[in-house]
């Protein structure tokens, strides 16, 4: 067997009137990531630490952002797609660790919902998924507010 890493980034702008959704779940907020798709910074981020691991690309190579096929599309999908190419290449999904990056809402609370639901995505365990969340610290554009970002590494093995 062997073992590959891979890494993922993702950031999105935050603006009022649009749905916070992050790891799939919608959270109670009064902004939300705008971007082509629901712009979920985790799922993103996600996607491209598997497609690393995998050296099958990026996000940006599967689900093109001019693409209407994708426009608004449930994160959740990118990540059921991301799962199929890697059954298919032959991957299996050891682990993943992720940090979320935003000042507001507090993002804990939500984390076994965002856990089980990135899991089923994936057809791995939850115990697979390990997310943690921090500040800016009140610094640059995600301490003020204006930005989430995300960080993510999978590990995979061969089959
Ligand atoms: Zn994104």
């Not at 067997?1 to 009137?17: F, K, N, T, W």
């Amino acid at each position: 067997m062997s073992v590959r890493c891979g890494i993922g980034y993702d950031l999105h702008r935050l603006a009022e009137g649009r749905k916070l959704i992050i790891g799939g779940i919608e959270l109670p907020f009064d902004k939300g990531p705008v971007g082509h798709s629901e712009g979920d910074v985790l799922a993103h981020a996600l996607c491209d630490a598997l497609f690393g691991a995998a050296g099958l690309g990026d996000i940006g190579t599967h689900f093109p952002d001019n693409d209407p096929k994708w426009k608004g599309a449930n994160s959740l999908l990118f990540l059921e797609h991301a799962r199929k190419l890697l059954v298919e290449n032959r991957f299996a999904i050891e682990h993943v660790d992720a940090v979320v990056i935003l000042e507001r809402p507090k993002l804990g609370p939500h984390f076994p919902k965002m856990r089980e639901a990135l899991a089923r995505s994936l057809g791995v365990s939850a115990q697979k998924i390990h997310l943690k969340a921090k500040t800016n610290e009140g610094v640059d554009a995600v301490g003020r507010g204006e930005a989430i970002a995300c960080h993510v590494v999978a590990t995979l093995s061969t089959l």
